[in-house]
């Protein structure tokens, strides 16, 4: 994939219910340069995908499109191929797979892990309280923006909880000028808690993605939640994962909607890590 495929690529992704956020597909291809293609048919891009290495343990398969017109005909399988070829070495590779795809990719050997839930919101005004906070400090926590954040604060909390410590990725997604960055940080300076917003596009209009959504706890989740979408009018969308027991269940509470599923699998040994602190995945198309 070149920069100047970018565009139409985020258009594929906008068309297709992505939904994705600014800057999001210059990001991927940021983080694996060798990881992202477009395919062609007579030198026309007629689809794309990506297979990105976070490491040499831990890949990702997603951004995996072909235009309606030219499906049937056997140019996913090409596209899917040559990503699974630029993982071939890697020992744990994980996607999204919409429903009606997880019989075709356990047949490449990818396995059930659990289901991703996207909720949706329609701005600040329509999330119930649950809990009561003061705003300014909680529980002896400051709220920190953007750059007031120690990069290496975020990436030591980021590291535990996700399945691959991912410093490069995180470091353009959260310094991205796009949207806002709140992190949760005591008198110590360790984080208890982040998250982004960003704009982004939606078949029919524009709306706001909220990910990663990380806390020690449902409680400070809701705080950071309410921060980050104070202030942003219109559709908020946020992707629970299904290995966090508590994210359903408080997003609903919240007032939420659910719109979509997806299934996470994974090929290889899956992470053994804990994902109880995680309730918004960063991206669907990077896991």
């Known amino acids: 994939m070149k920069k100047s495929d970018i565009p139409l690529v985020t258009q594929w ?33 007629i689809g794309c995908i990506a297979g990105v290495r976070y490491n040499p343990s831990y890949g990702f398969i997603g951004l995996f499109l072909v235009v309606p017109e030219q499906r049937g005909n056997g140019y996913g399988i090409e596209l899917w191929k040559h990503a699974l070829d630029h993982l071939t ?100 300076g360790s984080c ?30 809701e705080f950071l939640l309410r921060l980050l979408v104070k202030q942003h009018q219109g559709s908020v969308l946020l992707d629970t994962p299904g290995l966090n027991p508590y994210a359903n269940e408080l997003l609903q509470k919240l007032g939420f909607t659910q719109v979509s599923k997806t299934l996470r699998m994974y090929r290889g040994y899956q992470p053994p890590i804990s994902m109880k602190d995680v309730y918004g995945l960063a991206c669907l198309e990077l896991g």
Not at 19 to 38: K, M
Not at 151 to 176: C, G
Not at 193 to 220: K, M, N, V, Y
Request: aromatic share 8%.
């Open 13 to 45: 992704s906008r068309t297709e219910g992505f939904a994705p956020g600014a800057g999001d597909v210059s990001i991927y291809r940021h983080t694996d340069q060798q990881g992202l293609w477009v395919g062609t048919l007579r030198k026309k891009p």
């Open 89 to 188: 070495e890697v020992p744990c590779i994980g996607l999204e797979a919409a429903l009606n795809r997880v019989n075709d990719y356990s047949k490449w050997g990818f396995n059930p892990s659990s289901p991703t839930t996207r909720w949706q919101c329609n701005g600040e005004t329509s999330i119930k309280r649950i809990h009561s906070y003061s705003h300014g400090e909680i529980q002896g926590l400051m709220i920190l923006q953007d750059n007031q954040i120690p990069s290496a604060v975020i990436q030591n909390y980021d590291a535990k909880r996700e399945p691959s410590p991912r410093p490069h990725f995180l470091a353009d997604w959260l310094k991205h000028p796009a949207g806002k960055v709140l992190a949760l940080v005591d008198k110590n």
């Open 192 to 221: 208890h808690g982040f998250g982004r917003i960003r704009p982004c596009l939606l078949s029919h209009g524009e709306g706001w993605r909220i990910g990663p959504l990380l806390a020690d706890t449902p409680q400070l989740a």
